[in-house]
């Protein structure tokens, strides 16, 4: 099982920047990607970014050049910087996380942090 858990969400007017953190705990050998996805009112979760265990990192287009996804690896802990913050990124942000089991690829998610962008 692989637990996670996501903290920095908040209110911020257009513009401004936000540090979304998530600590992963439990069994996470084996994690082939993390990263971050999102849920805006009455739309579909997307993906935001993610970074693979060779640390490949992909982005959604809508974000590229403003958001940068990071890790430590010494605290299990996945970040997403957001700068130049829109109205339109106001959603839920989701960490996900991807692993190899035994019985197959199993995917976990956190429990979401809400992220407000005043315009």
């Known amino acids: 099982q692989v637990r996670l858990v996501e903290s920095g969400g908040g209110l911020v007017q257009a513009g401004g920047s936000l540090r979304l953190s998530c600590a992963a705990s439990g069994s996470t050998f084996r994690i082939n990607t993390i990263g971050w996805h999102r849920q805006a009112p009455g739309k579909q979760r997307e993906m935001v970014a993610v970074?693979?265990?060779?640390?490949?990192?992909n982005y959604a287009d809508s974000v590229k050049g403003r958001f940068t996804i990071s890790r430590d690896n010494a605290k299990n802990t996945v970040y997403l910087q957001m700068n130049s913050l829109k109205p339109e990124d106001t959603a839920v942000y989701y960490c996900n996380a991807d692993k190899t089991t035994a019985a197959g690829t199993r995917n976990y998610w956190g429990q979401g942090t809400q992220v407000t962008v005043s315009s």
């Open positions: 970074i693979s265990s060779g640390d490949s990192i």
